[in-house]
């Protein structure tokens, strides 16, 4: 055997072993709790616990999204709420994410935006709409509340949910110039003295969202920049590097974002240091900051 060949041998393996890795750690999910402290958070708020979840992108994580199940329902939580890209284009009919829901507790509220998958898909002349109303219907018996421009308040708490729905007009149609988008003519207004929660697929308006009124911004998308070098990613689904609200907790004035890396894949580049996650956010009264919070500036 030459020392050549022996080289290319040793470098296969490697290379295969590397896509094996991968290959496991997109499977495996990482459980992630992090606690948000809001100095003037309603006493009755304290200890609520969201979980956020996104970009299923029609996954399965064991028999009938049962792994994905266990996981979630371990982590006790006051609510579900799920930002967008939950199904796949055209070729998903939803199949795996009423199993997730239909296996979640019943009386456990799971919240919805749509994404871009929900809405549209790609095609050679540019994107092409689709109707998911049928979709939308069929989810209501497992107690999801879709909240495309709809607010939802807790029952007794001074806690409100508003969504923002996917729409190409408001990216692609404004250039994703965020000075050309005005959250009042698609998100309904915070309501004072409530805690403010918007749902919004995508991250890119935060600091518009943040000074509209709301107090925390739930997002996906992004897919945590799909391979991770370091502490960044690397691609933005808007086909460009290094996007700035990649994965993680950011803040604008008092404001706080979420970005969850989400749970499925796109194919053909696979997730590199990047595990899909289950995002656990407690709410809490106090000054105490977080230590991995990224606080970005005015533009």
């Known amino acids: 055997m030459t020392r050549r060949f022996k080289t290319i041998l040793w470098g296969t393996a490697g290379l295969l072993s590397l896509v094996m890795i991968q290959a496991g750690q997109s499977?495996?999910?990482?459980?992630?709790?992090?606690?948000?402290?809001?100095?003037?958070?309603?006493?009755?708020?304290?200890?609520?616990?969201?979980?956020?979840i996104s970009d299923l992108h029609g996954a399965r994580f064991g028999r009938e999204n049962q792994s994905l199940v266990r996981r979630i329902m371990a982590l006790e939580p006051d609510v579900v709420c799920m930002t967008g890209d939950m199904v796949h284009g055209s070729s998903d009919d939803g199949e795996a994410l009423r199993n997730l829901v239909s296996g979640l507790d019943q009386k456990l509220v799971k919240l919805m935006v749509s994404g871009n998958h929900e809405n549209g898909r790609r095609t050679l002349t540019g994107i092409e709409s689709l109707n998911r109303a049928t979709l939308f219907d069929s989810l209501t018996q497992y107690n999801v509340r879709l909240l495309d421009g709809q607010s939802w308040q807790v029952p007794g708490l001074p806690l409100i949910f508003s969504g923002l729905p996917d729409r190409q007009e408001h990216y692609q149609g404004l250039g994703f110039n965020e000075a050309r988008f005005d959250p009042a003519d698609h998100l309904p207004a915070p309501v004072p003295d409530c805690f403010n929660v918007a749902l919004v697929h995508r991250p890119n308006y935060f600091r518009?969202?943040?000074?509209?009124?709301?107090?925390?911004?739930?997002?996906?998308?992004?897919?945590?920049?799909?391979?991770?070098?370091?502490?960044?990613?690397?691609?933005?689904?808007?086909?460009?590097?290094?996007?700035?609200?990649?994965?993680?907790?950011?803040?604008?004035?008092?404001?706080?974002?979420?970005?969850?890396?989400?749970?499925?894949?796109?194919?053909?580049?696979?997730?590199?240091?990047?595990?899909?996650?289950?995002?656990?956010?407690?709410?809490?009264?106090?000054?105490?900051?977080?230590?991995?919070?990224?606080r970005i500036a005015a533009r």
């Open 27 to 52: 499977r495996t999910i990482k459980m992630k709790a992090t606690q948000l402290f809001y100095p003037d958070l309603p006493k009755e708020l304290d200890h609520y616990r969201m979980v956020h």
């Open 208 to 294: 518009s969202i943040a000074r509209y009124g709301f107090d925390l911004m739930l997002s996906g998308h992004t897919h945590g920049g799909v391979i991770r070098i370091g502490s960044k990613g690397l691609l933005a689904p808007e086909r460009s590097f290094f996007p700035e609200l990649d994965q993680g907790l950011f803040a604008h004035g008092a404001a706080c974002l979420h970005v969850t890396s989400g749970l499925g894949q796109i194919w053909p580049i696979p997730r590199v240091n990047n595990q899909p996650e289950i995002a656990l956010l407690v709410l809490r009264r106090g000054t105490q900051a977080h230590p991995r919070m990224k």
